[in-house]
């Protein structure tokens, strides 16, 4: 189908990518055509040629980004943060629709000059660490805006696959889900067209309509983008 827009889907260089395999399938469903990028292939690409980009989940973030210390709890993957970062800041300059998965969302909000909750499972109080792809959590929302619009309700379930979280949030963004125990669970900027991050994991939840419709909304949103490209 020739009107099918390329979506940047950003990750890590596995080798078997579940991740990865399971947006793809999200987003071809939703219309879309989905590339994968990553440290070693991403230079291979055109930015110009994506009209939305989804920065994926993975492995924590440098805390030195966000002036944090580095507890040793999760590998550190610069190369990853640093191409992802690259393709937010152009998705950003050239006001692409872009969407951030748990780690994108976080790496979104520490990029827009926000920080992180470096590890949240000491603090948790109404609800378990246990890390599922299920939905076994609740998100509430707490703000009406872009995911809402997409979600269509004001309470719905969700995976949880980390242990970080937004804390302070970045320039232009303003929070509208959180979950029982209050932590942040969706933001949205009120500057750029259209930039959504979640902290749950939608790629995995492709059997309930509401997060199916997440990435819908993301190619609508490419499919009518006409952003400019400010590269020379």
Same mark, same amino acid.
């Given at each position: 189908?020739?009107?099918?827009?390329?979506?940047?889907?950003? #990750?890590?260089?596995?080798?078997?990518?579940?991740?990865?395999?399971?947006?793809?399938?999200?987003?071809?469903? %939703?219309?879309?055509?989905?590339?994968?990028?990553?440290?070693?292939?991403?230079?291979?690409? =055109?930015?110009?040629?994506?009209?939305?980009?989804? /920065?994926?989940?993975?492995?924590?973030?440098?805390?030195?980004?966000?002036?944090?210390? @580095?507890?040793?709890?999760?590998?550190? @993957?610069?190369?990853?943060?640093?191409?992802?970062?690259?393709?937010?800041? *152009?998705?950003? @300059?050239? *006001?692409?629709? /872009?969407?951030?998965?748990?780690?994108? %969302? =976080?790496?979104?909000?520490?990029?827009?000059?926000?920080?992180? *909750?470096?590890?949240?499972?000491?603090? +948790?109080? +109404?609800?378990?660490?246990?890390?599922?792809?299920?939905?076994?959590?609740?998100?509430?929302?707490?703000? /009406?805006?872009?995911? *809402?619009?997409?979600?269509?309700?004001?309470?719905?379930?969700?995976?949880?696959?980390?242990? =970080?979280?937004?804390?302070?949030?970045?320039?232009?963004?303003?929070i509208v889900a959180r979950d029982l125990d209050d932590f942040v669970q969706a933001i949205e900027s009120d500057v750029h067209p259209y930039l959504i991050g979640v902290q749950w994991h939608p790629e995995y939840l =492709?059997?309930?309509?509401?997060? +199916?419709?997440?990435?819908?909304?993301?190619?609508?949103?490419?499919? #009518?983008?006409?952003?400019e490209v400010l590269y020379t």
């Open positions: 189908m020739a009107d099918r827009p390329d979506i940047g889907v950003t #990750g890590p260089d596995d080798k078997y990518p579940l991740s990865w395999w399971a947006t793809r399938m999200a987003v071809s469903m %939703a219309g879309g055509n989905a590339v994968r990028l990553t440290p070693n292939t991403y230079r291979e690409h =055109q930015k110009e040629r994506f009209r939305g980009i989804i /920065i994926g989940g993975g492995s924590d973030i440098d805390p030195s980004l966000y002036g944090g210390e @580095d507890n040793g709890l999760s590998k550190i @993957d610069k190369a990853r943060d640093d191409f992802e970062i690259e393709m937010i800041e *152009h998705a950003l @300059d050239t *006001h692409l629709p /872009i969407m951030g998965i748990c780690r994108g %969302a =976080q790496l979104i909000n520490v990029v827009l000059g926000g920080n992180l *909750h470096p590890d949240i499972r000491p603090i +948790r109080n +109404r609800t378990s660490n246990r890390r599922t792809p299920f939905p076994m959590k609740t998100a509430i929302c707490t703000d /009406i805006g872009k995911i *809402h619009a997409s979600i269509k309700t004001e309470r719905w379930r969700i995976n949880s696959l980390h242990h =970080q979280a937004v804390d302070e949030l970045g320039k232009g963004l303003r =492709q059997y309930i309509s509401k997060q +199916r419709r997440l990435f819908r909304r993301l190619v609508e949103e490419a499919m #009518g983008s006409r952003a």
